[in-house]
């Protein structure tokens, strides 16, 4: 364990944006991560996973801490059901193809989303009709005051659409160690009726299909539609999809009969952000080395030199462009740092 000097954030967050932290370190198991939460030299501490959920506006003065925890195991099962936890430190996209190679099921559609595990529950990380919390269980965190672990269950983790709570009151007061999902072993409960998978299945052949097949039409879908972050740097989905009341959204079907919608609740509606924003002509919008991607109007991306200030600006023009045309605030759903 060696703390560096004046570290480029570059290859820590898939933005691609080269912040500079004063002091870096990396930790590969809690006994590391105990030691250095208790320096008092650098107060000032930024936790990193996978670096898929950020936007780094400015340098870092202070310590960051990257994650490195590694590890998959079976923690106890019967005919029916399999509990496996995974450490932070594993690549999200890694675990779910381990669990689809071992025939567990519960996690497919979220195949190929960027980050580690450790963040997964931070965001309650979501696509094509399934979110994290569904097939979570428990995680283990360490406080960061007083350095003792905590047992959060799915109830105690509050979640919601893109939320926790450790995005609300204990936001940086917790590092996720590890976390154990409850996952299928046969009798696999697919959710093939969200977005193109449906289709995609359709176009590939498959009639009856497995948690593998799933995993592949969610791959190929994400694959035609997001930049690979390897080669062109983005973050994802940046913006939620705003959820608002029905009266407001039959008020907007006056103006906008082509709006899409999904059933949040008997009073609300979910409207994808994506089409506000293309609507707002934003899609496939480049300012110079950074801009709002082709195939999808969710995702911002830097093109190579662009700064995290630049990238922020720009969103801040696409909310107030949609809130103007659409009278719908939408928020971010990266953190801003």
Same mark, same amino acid.
């Given at each position: 364990m060696h703390i560096e000097q004046n570290t480029s954030l570059k290859p820590y967050n898939t933005f691609g944006i080269d912040a500079k932290a004063k002091h870096f370190v990396s930790v590969d198991n809690i006994n590391e991560l105990t030691t250095v939460l208790s320096l008092n030299d650098y107060p000032n501490k930024l936790i990193l996973g996978g670096g898929s959920n950020m936007l780094l506006t400015k340098d870092f003065d202070g310590l960051v801490i990257k994650l490195g925890f590694k590890g998959i195991e079976v923690v106890s099962e019967d005919e029916d059901f399999v509990t496996v936890k995974a450490q932070a430190g594993e690549v999200w996209h890694d675990f779910v193809l381990w669990t689809i190679n071992n025939n567990y099921g519960g996690i497919e559609n979220l195949s190929l989303i960027p980050g580690n595990v450790g963040t997964a529950p931070i965001q309650n990380i979501g696509a094509y009709g399934? @979110?994290?919390?569904?097939?979570? @269980?428990?995680?283990? #965190?360490?406080?960061?005051a007083s350095k003792t672990m905590h047992t959060f269950?799915? #109830?105690?983790?509050?979640?919601? =659409?893109? %939320?926790?709570?450790?995005?609300? @009151?204990?936001?940086?007061?917790?590092?996720?160690?590890?976390? %154990?999902?409850?996952?299928t072993k046969k009798d696999h409960k697919l959710h093939v009726h969200y977005g193109a998978i449906a289709s995609e299945l359709e176009n590939e052949g498959v009639t009856n299909p497995t948690i593998q097949d799933v995993s592949k039409a969610v791959i190929a879908i994400r694959e035609s539609k997001l930049p690979n972050p390897k080669i062109i740097g983005n973050c994802g989905s940046f913006f939620k999809n705003p959820v608002i009341s029905k009266v407001e959204f039959n008020k907007l079907t006056e103006n906008f009969s082509d709006i899409p919608s999904y059933p949040v609740s008997d009073e609300t509606v979910k409207v994808p952000a994506g089409w506000l924003i293309e609507k707002a002509g934003f899609k496939g919008k480049t300012f110079g080395h950074y801009g709002v991607h082709k195939n999808q109007a969710l995702?911002?991306? %830097? =093109?190579?030199?662009?700064?995290g200030e630049e990238i922020l600006n720009l969103s801040k023009l696409i909310q107030k462009t949609v809130k103007r045309l659409f009278g719908i605030s939408i928020e971010a759903e990266v953190n801003i740092l």
């Open positions: 399934v @979110e994290l919390k569904d097939a979570f @269980e428990s995680c283990e #965190a360490i406080s960061m269950t799915k #109830a105690d983790c509050q979640f919601g =659409y893109r %939320n926790s709570i450790f995005k609300q @009151e204990a936001k940086g007061k917790y590092i996720i160690t590890n976390v %154990n999902f409850k996952l995702v911002l991306v %830097n =093109y190579g030199g662009a700064t």
